[in-house]
């Protein structure tokens, strides 16, 4: 093909300046062009600006146009980068017709962003960003029809959201569990719109569980605004006459396409085997020319945007088999492996297979827990490779028969194992057990990544080859990283289905290494698809990363078939131009993203996007990916030796608007570190932050935290006289006169005062008293510094007094630190940046606490679940409620006294792994518990007394929505205000439901 020759051409120099983000490109001075890097504002997009400003309601929102935030949405998963010259935020289809007419108007493309956890440059555009994700409840719409066989779904649900909603369906009326096919690696972060329109799958679904072969049907609304419906036959009859000429359009491709049976040959060929490369033209073989809807359904499968725009989608779920088992088999090459794959695959025993080379397995040598579960893995020769297998039944007794087929199958076709032994590694049923593997294959990509060098990026490609070809690609895919000096490459994938993914680093930092990039993205190009016949994109989609090798992939007939149907839908090119057809032979090695080195708490960062879903003001304000990415971009501003007047001026911009979005309505929770693959907690960061501010005002601020820490005692009398007088005026006057006046201290103090709100709390009373007897066993009671300030909920009893009668009702002598009243586990000043005043106060508790628990030898119980976090990190262990709850429960007689409660575990027990102990003490106070399944409420101490905005938001989707005869519980006091604050219900301590279902 001419592709090759062209990109080793003359005609175009690889350079930073032409490449790559922010490496002293200069602007594009010509007229305005359909292209990447030309899309300037000659008018078009102050006009469309304007047009949609004055129709969307909310547009001061909703229209994004500042610096900060179009760099921030404008990121994705790539390593790609393009800067919107607009971010529309729209909530229902009316909004979407509204802006279409408008770019049409205009002539302004337009891109559609779900998750942006694509990875090949889709997602991203310089012109109208169009986003769908973090709406809100917009866009998370979901129906199930037939006992969960199927399902319905807007595209703003997360894919890890949806099966939740199958298992709590399947669960409330007693059927059998399902799941959605498609299962890619960041099913609990991308959304329904990416699964479907980069028809993903994954480890388990193959080709026949993809979106293209699951999907029922779909709401869509085209270019012209027309929107189409394929389950309402009234709507389709509509469309049908209304776009004759599309639909004639479809019937004439396909019947045109079977009529040459050398090109169907290679379309059913091609997906037979994971194929995302180009539009999805096998629906122009799969249907009849006399079955154009059928055809339109499909061919938007994987389309990536660049036909329509999805609204709505039906799947056929699958079945969910509750009994599974896994072993990791070790082979002496690479040819062994995947043969025993191709066998299994043949015979269908294994529902997953997961291929490691050499370079995967040493990954795995360097884990603690791997090679205690691998037998053989451990100093291996480099030609060893590796298969994870899974086995999965509706019963036990389903997965021992399958796992004996697979034993009869290899020993019979006589499969080489290592060692010659093939049993060396057998099937594990307990999941503490096969869990090690899986992480073990879901780590490597933080465990590469994590280990990059600074100001690289990591990148992943995806290609595909039939299963008897997958040994002899796979050696080739090795040799050529070799060949192109790529040393911590590896290589590893869904076997089952020839599958590949090529992890592996990139700096993008100098001529050279475009260079080593571009030579290897031709030589992988000369082995997947010419010398295998395989796929650049199994199944990440093709985006900007292959566009310029579709052609090259599947030929000229087949490229000029994706060609048309792109003009059928799109005549005026404006859906997300440049993505999967781009007749710009270089557009894969254009607008290159770049990771300056920033922080070392960040440079880990690959921008993935996994953190996002965990955020608590992800509809609000930013993310940690995009806190992240708009520092970077900061760092690299700040870092220029001769920035110009725009640099500087963007710099300040970025800024001023980051003391907001970026840092005032971060939680620094720490739950993006959660879901992070290279565990980054972006709050430290924030706090960093934070803490360069403080020293900013002069130490003022240090200083003022230093007298409060240091006369803590009177802190605490303090607020609880403000406390008190906040009662008083509220008893006599009521909320109204309590709201202007913090309202008008606000306006002097700003967001350094609370917002007033019915639920603020009253004093703390005066500090319970012990019984001096027990049995024997003593626990250290430390009572929290909230609960020392503030009261308790309505209608709810002090939890130093509960927890007190719970742990004596158990038999302990429960000891009170003498101190206690003027200590603190010091979080309060950590989260405000005083970091040295909050880990001086931190470690004169630690002191006294250690010396009253004998060192450890004595259990250390306090009531407030954030603050045993602070303690544990401190190096002090500390029992949180549940935890010591939990430890006590057989000592205890339970009962259940609620029909029905509502709980919200803190993200401080659910990053102690608290999680499911809190849940097990709940059910033992309550028939049915229904547990929020919002990470962080967003309280975050006292931020959310100053931000209100910010839990408001964070829980803004609780399902079921909270009511008063509903009983509300937690174990963190200021979680409890902004719960309450929040969704309008009394939240209370869990401490008092436990204490309750416990008494005699």
Known sequence: MRLTPILRSAKFKLTLESCVYGAGKEKFAGAWQNKDGKRVDDGRYSRFIKKVSKDLKGADDRVITDPLRLFAYGTDASFYRLNPKVVVKVHDESEVQMVLQHARECNTPVTFRAAGTSLSGQAITDSVLIKISHAGKKWRRHTIHDSGRSITLEPGLIGGEVNSLLKDFSIKHNVPQMKLGPDPASLESCMIGGIFNNNSSGMCCGVDQNTYHTMQDIRVVLLDGTILDT??????????????????????????????????????????????????????????????????????????????????????????????????????????????????????????????????????????????????????????????????????????????????????????????????????????????????????????????????????????????????????????????????????????????????????NSDADLEQYSAM??????????????????EHGTGRNIASYVEMEWGSKAYEVMKSVKSLFDPLYLLNPGVLLND???????????MPPAHDLIDRCIECGFCESNCPSKDLTMTPRQRITTYREMARLKALKNPTKEDTSRLWEFEKGYAYNGDQTCAADGMCQEKCPVSIDTGKLIKTIRQTERKRDQGVTRLIASMLANNF??????????????????????????????????????????????????????????????????????????????????QDEDSRETMIKIMERAGYEVVIPKQASSMCCGMMFDSRGC???????????????????????IPIVCETSP???????????????????????????????????????????????????????????ATTVHPTNIPCCGTAGDRGLRFPELPLSSLQNLVPSPSSSMPCYSTSRTCEVGLSNSTGVSWRSLIGLVERATRQ
């Open 521 to 538: 993205m031709n030589s992988m190009g000369d082995i997947v698809a010419k010398r295998y016949q395989g796929s650049l994109k199994g």
């Open 713 to 794: 005692r009177v802190t605490a009398a303090m607020t609880r006289l403000v406390l008190t007088a906040v009662k008083v005026l509220r008893t006599i006057g009521g909320d109204k006169p309590l709201k202007a006046g913090s309202k008008l201290m606000r306006t002097v103090v700003g967001s350094t005062g609370p917002v007033y709100t019915e639920h603020i709390p009253g004093p703390a009373r005066k500090m319970p008293k012990v019984a001096t007897q027990g049995d024997g066993r003593k626990v250290i009671y430390y009572p929290s510094c909230v609960a020392r300030m503030m009261g308790p909920a309505k």
């Open 231 to 508: 389950s309402d036959p009234a709507s389709v009859a509509s469309f049908t006459t209304s776009h004759a000429p599309l639909l004639e359009g479809l019937s004439s491709l396909a019947a045109s396409v079977q009529s040459d049976e050398s090109l169907v040959a290679t379309i059913s060929k091609k997906f037979k085997i994971k194929c995302t490369t180009g539009y999805s033209i096998n629906a122009l073989v799969d249907h009849s020319p006399n079955e154009p809807i059928e055809i339109l359904k499909k061919i938007l499968v994987g389309s990536e945007g660049t036909l329509a725009f999805l609204s709505k989608v039906s799947y056929r779920t699958v079945p969910e088999h509750p009994h599974r088992a896994s072993a990791f088999l070790m082979f002496p090459n690479m040819h062994a492996a995947c043969s025993a794959t191709a066998l299994l695959k043949v015979q269908g025993y294994v529902d997953a297979a997961e291929l490691f080379d050499r370079a995967s397995l040493r990954e795995g040598e360097k884990d603690t827990k791997f090679p205690k579960v691998v037998k053989g893995v451990m100093g291996c020769s480099e030609d060893a490779a590796g298969v994870l297998v899974e086995v999965r039944a509706p019963t036990e007794a389903g997965v021992k028969e399958k796992i004996e087929a697979c034993w009869t199958l290899l020993e019979e076709k006589g499969i080489q194992f290592l060692n010659d032994d093939m049993k060396a590694n057998e099937f594990h049923f307990d999941p503490a057990v096969f869990n090690v593997l899986w992480d073990m294959r879901k780590g490597l990509i933080p465990k590469v990544g994590g280990a990059r060098k600074k100001g690289t990026v990591m990148l992943i490609e995806d290609v595909a080859c039939p299963i008897h070809h997958l040994a002899d690609m796979t050696l080739d895919l090795i040799q050529m990283f070799k060949t192109h000096n790529y040393p911590d490459a590896c290589i590893f994938g869904h076997a089952l289905d020839g599958n590949l993914h090529l992890l592996f680093s990139q700096s993008f």
């Open 835 to 857: 970091c040295g005043v909050g880990n001086a106060k931190r470690n004169d508790a630690v002191k006294i606490l250690q010396t009253a628990s004998q060192n450890g030898k």
């Open 584 to 594: 710009d032979p270089h557009v894969h090695v254009k607008s290159l993203k770049v």
């Open 867 to 925: 603050c045993v976090k602070a303690f544990n990190e401190g190096g002090l262990m500390v029992y949180d409620p549940v935890q010591f709850l939990w430890h006590i429960r057989k000592e205890l007689v339970w009962k259940r006294v609620e029909k029905e409660a509502m709980v919200h575990v803190p993200c401080s027990s659910k990053k102690m792994g608290s999680a499911s102990l809190f849940m097990d003490i709940a059910n033992r106070c």
